[in-house]
C-alpha cells in the first residue's frame, strides 16, 4: 500500500463529510427554489399590470423574467451536484471500513490464522467440559 494510498484512505472520513454537507446544500437550494417558485406562481400574473400601451410586456415584466430563468438555471445547476454528493456521501466508506475492506481479506487468506494451536484447542475443550459439567442438569435434580 503506498504512502498516497494511506494519505487518501485517512482522508476519507472528511471527504465523506464534505460531500455530505455540500449535498446537503445544494439539495436544500433546490427545495428553496421550488418553494420560491410556487410562491411567485400563485401570485397574480405580472404581466396583467405591466403592458405597454400597445399590449406587449413591458422592459420591467423583461427583466423580472430573466431573473426567473437565471435563478431556474442555478437552482438547476445545484440539483445534479447536489444528488451526485449526497450519493456519494451514502456509498463511500469510512476511514475503518475502508481499512477492514483492505485487511480482512489479507487475515481471512493468511495460512498461520487459520491454523488453530492445538494448546488453544486443549484449554477451549477443558472450558467446555467444565461448562457441561456445570450446567448440565443431574438427573436426580429433574424428578424433584
Known sequence: MSAWLVYWVLKLDVIV???TFFGIVGLLLV???????????NRRPYWDHHKNKDGTPSDKF????????GIARAFKKCLIPGIVLAFLSVTLPNTQQAVIIYVLPKIANNE?????PKKLLDI???????????????ASEGKK
Open 62 to 69: 423583461n427583466t423580472e423574467i430573466k431573473m426567473w430563468f
Open 17 to 19: 463529510g464534505l460531500s
Open 124 to 138: 477451549g475443550n477443558k472450558q467446555l467440559d467444565e461448562w457441561v459439567k456445570k450446567y448440565t442438569p443431574r
Open 112 to 116: 498461520q490464522v487459520q491454523q488453530i
Open 31 to 41: 427545495v428553496v427554489g421550488f418553494v420560491v417558485h410556487f410562491i411567485n406562481s
